[in-house]
Each structure stands twice: as structure tokens, then as C-alpha cells.
């Protein structure tokens, strides 16, 4: 077999058409998915994975757009967008002081790719927040589907800070979907029961359309058995929701954002890469299902509400 017969030679090859345009374009969901990818543990690759599915759907030929939620704005630097003080950022979509197309800057990663940046305006929102009136709703009433679709969106991701405050709770109110990440590591799943509980209250009282839709197992080094522990005790405990696709630990996905770049921009072929490549076609293969389980969801509030 000769070097161009490998899988690796063909997953790069893959990789290098995705990024001059050459791939097939992937499908476009029936509507957009907005989706909050959340963990109040720190350091499970939250905000690496945000901006590389979103690179990834991007590059595959859909309408991308990043809201970096985060005040520390890893998600802004890793896109490549300004997000120094005093540009129009995510804190003015709050405040509603500006609509979104007003604040969506192109990242130069990708033509379809856009950011809303985070600047260190958003770190005192949570306390301004608190005394505005639909405090939990602000990133809702001006995340409208509409819109969207009419600015190309395909996919809105919202990168959350590692913590489960207003902020982390506007975005669960605006997306129908939350995607967790979750480390192959000791205590994985410490925190995620409050998460959870969250999203329950959340559902029950103000999003009836939220959905747990994805988990995303990160970090994992195949050559550990602790790893392989952990990715079998999250797999049973959320089924079918974990993406088969798990992302590896990688210094090349952490050194990225150093560079300003996602993992596809700064080494394409690398073991990372290819794994949000895959992990985005995967991710999105499943918008039918999930607009199936979307539709029930209606259909069982109307049925109630007409008893």
C-alpha cells in the first residue's frame, strides 16, 4: 500500500478540499438551529469546541454565526474578530441597543463563518441584567428565526462562560438545543447533574422547546483505559444523544487559538481536525431528527392547552 492509500493520506486530502472549497457542501438544515454549548466546569473544551464545529459547518457550505457570551471572549480571538473594548459586541444585543446584523463581524477563516464578539463590557451585564425587565429573555426576543434566515443563517452557536448564571440562562431561553461537552477525564460528570437540573427548570418554566440534543465527548487519549471508562459511562448514561465522533487531546487544538485560528486553519490534517470535521457532518446529519422531536414537542403543548 503506498503512502496515498492510507487513511490518513485520504482524511488529510479530505480535510485540504474542505478548506479551498472543493468538498461536497453539506446539507442545509429545514430551518436554523441555534444551539448553546454549555458546562459550568471550566477546561472541558467548551469554547474549542464551539468555534471549530462552527469553522467546520462553515467550511462544509452553511451560514455560521458565533455569540461569544463569554466575557473572557476565547471564542472572538479564536474566530479571528476584533473584540477590544468598545467594539460593538454581544453586551449591546443584550442591552438591545443593536440589532444583530449591525454587530456580526466576518471571521477571516471562512466566507459563511461570523462572529458576535465579547468584550469586557459583558463582564458587569450579569448585574445589570438583573434589574431590566425579561432578564432572562433579552437574548431571545432579538434572536428571531426570521432573521436568520434572511441573513443565510444556518446555525447560531452561543459559547457560555463557565458558570450557570443570567448569562448562561439567556442562552438557553433563545436556543432550542444545548450541547454539552465532557471531558474523558476523572469526575467527567461532576457538575453536570446541576447543568441538567438547570436545563429542567429552564424547560419547565420558560423554553419548552429546550432539548439536551448533543453530548460531546473531548480530550480523550485512546491509549488510557480511563479514558475508554469514562466515554462508556457517558455513553450510558445519555445514549443516543453522545455524538460518536469523540474529539482526542491534542496540543495542536490547544495551541490554535493562540494564533488567532481554529484547529482547521492552523494544521487541517491534523488528528484534531479531522475530528470536528467529523464531528459537524455528524452534528448536523441529525437536524431531521431533531426537527421530529421539535414538532412532538409542540404537539404535545397544544394538546394540553386545548384540555
Request: aromatic share 4%; glycine share 8%; proline share 4%.
Amino acid at each position: 500500500m503506498s503512502e496515498h492509500d492510507t487513511p490518513i493520506f485520504a482524511a488529510a486530502r479530505q480535510a485540504n478540499e474542505l478548506l479551498h472549497g472543493e468538498a461536497r457542501p453539506l446539507s442545509r438544515p429545514s430551518h436554523p438551529r441555534i444551539i448553546t454549548i454549555a458546562n459550568q466546569k471550566g477546561g472541558v473544551g467548551k469554547t474549542t469546541s464551539t468555534v471549530n464545529l462552527a469553522a467546520s459547518l462553515a467550511l462544509g457550505g452553511l451560514g455560521v454565526l458565533v455569540i461569544d457570551m463569554d466575557p473572557q471572549g476565547n471564542a472572538s480571538t479564536a474566530l479571528g474578530v476584533d473584540h477590544r473594548e468598545g467594539t460593538p459586541s454581544s453586551y449591546e444585543l443584550l442591552m438591545w441597543e443593536s440589532a444583530i446584523e449591525d454587530l456580526m463581524q466576518r471571521s477571516p477563516h471562512a466566507e459563511r463563518l461570523f462572529c458576535i464578539p465579547a468584550t469586557i463590557d459583558l463582564a458587569g451585564s450579569e448585574i445589570e441584567l438583573v434589574g431590566l425587565e425579561h432578564r432572562e429573555r433579552r437574548l431571545a426576543e432579538v434572536l428571531n428565526i426570521d432573521d436568520l434566515v434572511s441573513l443565510g443563517i444556518d446555525y447560531v452557536f452561543l459559547d457560555c462562560p463557565p458558570s450557570l448564571g443570567l448569562l448562561t440562562v439567556n442562552a438557553m431561553v433563545a436556543a432550542s438545543e444545548v450541547l454539552i461537552p465532557i471531558q474523558c477525564e476523572y469526575y467527567a460528570l461532576e457538575g453536570v447533574g446541576q447543568l441538567l437540573r438547570n436545563v429542567e427548570l429552564i424547560q419547565q418554566h420558560l423554553n419548552r422547546e429546550l432539548q439536551i440534543s448533543t453530548i460531546m465527548l473531548t480530550m480523550y487519549d485512546g491509549r488510557t483505559k480511563l479514558a475508554e471508562q469514562v466515554a462508556g459511562e457517558v455513553r450510558n448514561h445519555f445514549g443516543d444523544a453522545v455524538l460518536r465522533t469523540v474529539i482526542p487531546r491534542s496540543v495542536k487544538v490547544s495551541e490554535a487559538p493562540g494564533y488567532g485560528m481554529t484547529i482547521l486553519q492552523y494544521d487541517a490534517g491534523s488528528r484534531g481536525a479531522l475530528a470536528y470535521l467529523d464531528a459537524a457532518k455528524e452534528l448536523n446529519d441529525r437536524s431531521d431528527r431533531l426537527v421530529s422531536h421539535s414538532e412532538g414537542t409542540r404537539d404535545s403543548a397544544g394538546t394540553e392547552g386545548s384540555r
